[in-house]
């Protein structure tokens, strides 16, 4: 068989920018592994794939839909289950705790008033 044109394969699928993307897959396919239809007669990967789309040797919905599946990216969210989620919560004790009161706070030495008295201010008079 003589080369292979774009025209020889336009008749098999009309519009080229499509061409373009399954022999693009058909070539990755036989990069991958995939059996060859046709001889490959010294020629690399994406003129055998050309080839085969003329010949009609490869199943053109075949193609078109390894190249959908291929081209889909659906990122699966992984979203914690309920149980999961129950030891995050805190539990209602710990939610409401109260805050002491200033009596307390005037016994372990803490005050809401504090005047700074213990700091020293720099008067800048040196």
């Not at 058909?26 to 007669?41: F, N, P, Y």
């Not at 200033?102 to 008033?113: F, K, L, T, V």
């Amino acid at each position: 068989m003589a080369r292979v044109t774009v025209e020889d394969c336009v008749l098999k699928v009309p519009n080229r920018f499509e061409l373009v993307l399954m022999a693009g897959q058909r070539a990755r396919d036989i990069s991958a592994g995939a059996k060859l239809t046709v001889e490959r007669d010294n020629d690399k990967n994406p003129v055998v794939a050309l080839r085969e789309i003329a010949d009609e040797t490869v199943g053109l919905d075949g193609l078109q839909n390894a190249l959908i599946l291929g081209l889909q990216k659906h990122v699966e969210v992984d979203e914690p289950e309920e149980d999961e989620m129950e030891g995050f919560i805190p539990d209602r004790d710990m939610a409401f705790e109260t805050v002491a009161n200033e009596d307390e706070m005037i016994e372990d030495g803490m005050s809401i008033n504090d005047t700074g008295a213990d700091f020293d201010v720099d008067s800048g008079d040196e």
